[in-house]
């Protein structure tokens, strides 16, 4: 059984779960029309997916006290981590959302966003904010289906960078405004 909890100074090292490589199987293609953002999925043939990983973040708990801090857990192991910060919208942003290689597909991501909007919504903050690269369809969809929203796009974030091209997808969860 998965279990979400906080982690906390007796399991602060939980936070640094290693980020492992995700498919690149597509993009989502966003756009604004007549003051609503639509959204549609480019996919790649099989023979163009390939694998992303980011690099690993090296968080420091004690850095960190003012933050949300939630982990996955099944049989005492640590798969899945959601890092939570408050954002001056009154919201809480998504900051990090990682789960780890072996327990994909389990549902683990669902579990903690459902996580992360309940404590949202316990603890009096107007929803959750977050970012996912438009060549990120898998972290896309995810946010789609958890209830998120398009709220941006910012099409200028990579220029200039190694990721030039890309575009982060802003997605929003509970009150508007």
């Avoid at 779960?17 to 099989?46: A, H, M, Q, S, T």
């Avoid at 009154?90 to 389990?106: I, M």
């Avoid at 060549?135 to 200028?156: H, P, Q, S």
């Amino acid at each position: 059984m998965i279990e979400i909890r906080e982690i906390t100074a007796e399991n602060s090292a939980d936070v640094n779960l290693k980020n492992d490589p995700f498919k690149l199987i597509g993009r989502l293609i966003v756009e604004r029309r007549d003051g609503e953002w639509n959204y549609r999925e480019e996919l790649l043939p099989e023979s163009e997916i390939t694998e992303m990983v980011f690099p690993d973040e090296n968080y420091i708990f004690e850095n960190m006290l003012g933050d949300v801090l939630l982990g996955a857990y099944e049989d005492g192991e640590c798969i899945g981590v959601a890092i939570l910060e408050p954002h001056f919208t009154g919201r809480l942003y998504l900051e990090d959302l990682k789960v780890s290689r072996s327990s994909r597909g389990k549902g683990v991501g669902k579990l903690l966003i459902k996580a992360c909007q309940e404590y949202s919504r316990t603890h009096g903050f107007k929803g959750l904010c977050t970012v996912g690269q438009d060549n990120n369809l898998v972290a896309c969809r995810l946010y789609l289906a958890t209830g998120f929203r398009i709220g941006g796009l910012d099409t200028e974030i990579y220029e200039g960078t190694r990721q030039a091209g890309k575009a982060d997808v802003w997605f929003y969860w509970g009150d508007v405004g």
